[in-house]
């Protein structure tokens, strides 16, 4: 089978299209045809460190490899058929369509990838097609975390989203609205637009305004953006007990969630959370209903993954950036 290949970390010329032997299904997991994957902020700081926060540099090599990758063929997001499951899968039949992401598994940059019948799969929804929701579960699954789990969002909260249009931006935002929180997106003038549509309240282009010099206050802002803001710059920004969540938070930010852990006020709050079936179950169910929309910026041949990583190199993405396989 076709599937693309690095065995060492740099720009995305190390990435290769290879021939390789076709994977065979181990008992618990099932064996999918790939028609979808995608490119986000995750495999490209395991291939080239893109968007690592500060002071946390050591840790991906410390998960992925210190001198090389451990494994060869990256792609986390994945949607497709499945053509083959093991003797213990209960969950799956072939012939099923499925989407899911599998951040420890990898494997989707390739014309077939097995995955764990546990791991974050479901059956996609009819009526969208692989692409659309191949793109969908990193973001989702990252603001679901932030939002509900981390803030606990509650209806009439006022709501920012820093760098609104981007891969899990504009989910949060369409997230934030289903849990109706007024809601705020800061992205670029070419963004405006996009981020209006996802359905923010209000809109602020950072190329022309700092969000925290309008005078609002928040009950939440959630920041996306990789070593552009911090707690200290935007807590006059919260109101007394405001959250800023750190998506993108590094080593600064895990020592400000632990400062302000014991405060009875402002907080930091970063992390990250699980995939779990439960939660893509969830999503299909927004999705499914309309409450939720995929939001894709470009979509690439297998062929052409060094130039898809690029364009994600650049922070310009709106949305997600999708791989087309079979």
Not at 167 to 186: D, F, N
Not at 204 to 225: H, M, P
């Amino acid at each position: 089978m076709k599937a693309i290949v690095y065995t060492e970390y740099g720009p995305a010329d190390v990435l290769k299209l290879q021939e390789i032997a076709k994977p065979t299904p181990k008992d618990n997991e099932v064996l999918i045809k790939v028609h979808a994957a995608t490119v986000t902020a995750g495999d490209v700081n395991m291939r080239g460190f893109t968007f690592v926060p500060p002071g946390l540099g050591f840790l991906p090599r410390l998960m992925f490899g210190i001198k090389q990758p451990k494994k060869i063929i990256l792609g986390t997001e994945v949607a497709g058929e499945i053509e083959a499951v093991g003797k213990d899968v209960t969950r799956f039949k072939p012939g099923d369509q499925v989407f899911g992401i599998g951040s420890a598994s990898l494997g989707a940059y390739a014309e077939y990838v097995c995955r764990p019948e546990k791991e974050a799969l479901v059956v996609k929804p009819g009526k969208l097609s692989c692409a659309d929701v191949a793109s969908v579960p990193f973001g989702m699954l990252t603001a679901l975390y932030f939002l509900r789990d981390l803030a606990k969002l509650q209806p009439g909260q006022k709501v920012l989203v820093n760098g609104a249009s981007g891969g899990v931006g504009v989910y949060a935002v369409q997230l934030a609205k289903y849990y109706r929180a007024e809601v705020t997106g800061v992205c670029s003038t070419a963004n405006l637009e996009l981020v209006k549509s996802l359905g923010a309240d209000k809109v602020i282009d950072y190329t022309r305004q700092d969000f925290t010099q309008t005078g609002e206050t928040y009950d939440v802002i959630l920041d996306t953006v990789v070593g552009k803001n911090d707690f200290n710059h935007c807590k006059n920004t919260l109101k007394p007990k405001g959250l800023y969540l750190a998506v993108a938070g590094g080593s600064r930010e895990m020592g400000k969630m632990l400062t302000t852990f014991f405060s009875s006020g402002k907080k930091v709050l970063a992390g990250s959370g699980n995939e779990t079936p439960e939660d893509l179950q969830f999503i299909k169910e927004l999705l499914e209903t309309g409450k939720i929309k995929p939001v894709i910026d470009r979509i690439y041949p297998l062929e052409q993954i060094a130039e898809a990583h690029r364009y994600v190199d650049t922070g310009r993405k709106r949305g997600g950036v999708v791989i087309t396989i079979a």
